[in-house]
């Protein structure tokens, strides 16, 4: 017999969709099959049943081969490597629930480390440009009610976040969207022409990197004020065109990704892309949202939001909390050798921070707690393996839009995995003996 | 002679196969599959000179790797070259911040020259390697 587990949500992006089903053996020990979800969130929950799965830590010896340890072991590798930094980096926090977050940022400040986030490499320029000059928000609730008029700008949710257009953004019907994708007007703004462009009615292929200019020539064509002929590759005339399409809207939403907040210009895209959508206040009602990516990247914003005053790149060191990004952001601390030790939870720099930091990684003391084997795992000293959450432990996460939903347990873990909370729990205690706190 | 080599703007970003393959498992070969390429317009492959599929070394500022160059999936891109997010990518994208915190992730110029004997590692082995400083 099997049992099958409704409202699921899938723990792998920012969409964060409640609505799976997922089936488990009697026993609730296996995994069987999960429906609802998309290919990416399906592998997610499939892979927690892989039989070659690492379910207990390693630690790497000099001649590269790995060695078993006992998590007692790992425990108190993990709290000496932290209590006798000078200045650790506790980079990831995306991928695990807001309770482990909140047991993390404790031993940051106990031990005087950096606390950083994957925002550093997503959305972190989005929220400098948010603390510069606010943000006109709402929820995915109200874009799949109400918006007939959907941007989107260097973001592909076709391929990052698959279920977003059919939950939220394109096809649903809503309370006042009820001919669905008929009544909407879709708008793709990227250098390339994406799966998520196909099903637009407008694609505007800008010339990479020149966000910028055609942000502020939109805010020109606003006020129907003159062009020159051609900006960022696209011909006034259209820019015209998708400013009456925007104008003329009920409700615009526009959804922007990693083409705006890593191109250069950065933040100040951002800035420019929210002074869009103020600016559309004037003729309609317009919100913006950055489409986060890791499932809880938002909430480890929220939980440091709360606790230090900032989202992301919290230095600790001196005893408060400072935020200089630049200065106290992972890849800048990395590659000026700023830190002396690196944690890594729920994230994957190995995989995606530029290669000069991951060397940095590499050469010094270094501990990562992942379900999976990564890069980063490879170069890390102590690899802990733990349950994945979401999947083998509840706990809340924080959708893109800022809601906090509470992730649900389908099947057990292996038989003795410890989950992150649990993990890090032990190694706040045993940091403060050795601190004699 | 001296070897051919065209100028290509790198941009990297999601695919969906990067998103199976590495909840999948970073060490398997559809993870290489998915990440260890290039993207390119038919036009790039007839400037180049060589086939779909053939493995090319992309170099930067920055770095140098060995991808598999395939025919761009959401293109045509006229200059644009497209590296899936991952650790090939990253051995040769910017990885100045100017001061954001960011590495310019996108946009940044690259050559790419056939290497038709070179190997494109997994995932684990080139940051392995590259950390040793066995790989250039
Ligand atoms: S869209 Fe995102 S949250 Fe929804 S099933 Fe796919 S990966 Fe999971």
Redesign the pocket.
Known sequence: MTKTVTDV?????????DD?EVVVSDDGKQLLEVY???????E?FLHSQAEDRLTRPRLQQEDGSWKDVTYDEAIEYTAQMLASSTKPLMYGWSSTNCEAQGVGSEIGEITGAVMDNTATVCHGTSLIAVQDIGIPHCTLGEVKNRADRVVFWGCN?AHA????MS?YSIFPRGFFTGKGHKGRKVIVIDPRKTDTANVADVHLQIEQGRDYELLDALRVAFKGLPLPDVVAGIPKEQIYEAAEVLKSGRFVIIFFGMGVTQSLGKNHNIDEAIAVTRDLNEYTKAAIMPMRGH?NVTGSGAVWGWQFGFPFAVDLSRGFARYNPGETTSNDLLRRGEVDSVFVLGSDPGAHFPFSSVKKISELPSVCIDPHQTPTTAVCKLHVPVAFVGVEIGGCAYRMDNVPIETRKVVEAPEGMMTDEEFLEKVLVRIKEIKGE | MKKLAIKVNLITGRSIQQ?VSMEGGKEKPAYTAACGIIELDPAEFKRLGTYRNTNVRVTSEYGSVIVKAVEATQGPHPGVAYIPMGPWANMVINPNTYSTGMPTFKGTPVEVEIAKNGQVLDSLDLVRKACRGEVV
């Open positions: 949500v899938c723990p792998f992006c920012g969409t964060l969709c799976l609802n979800a998309c290919a990416i969130g399906a997610k949710p976040h698959p279920r977003h939950r499932y | 998103g």
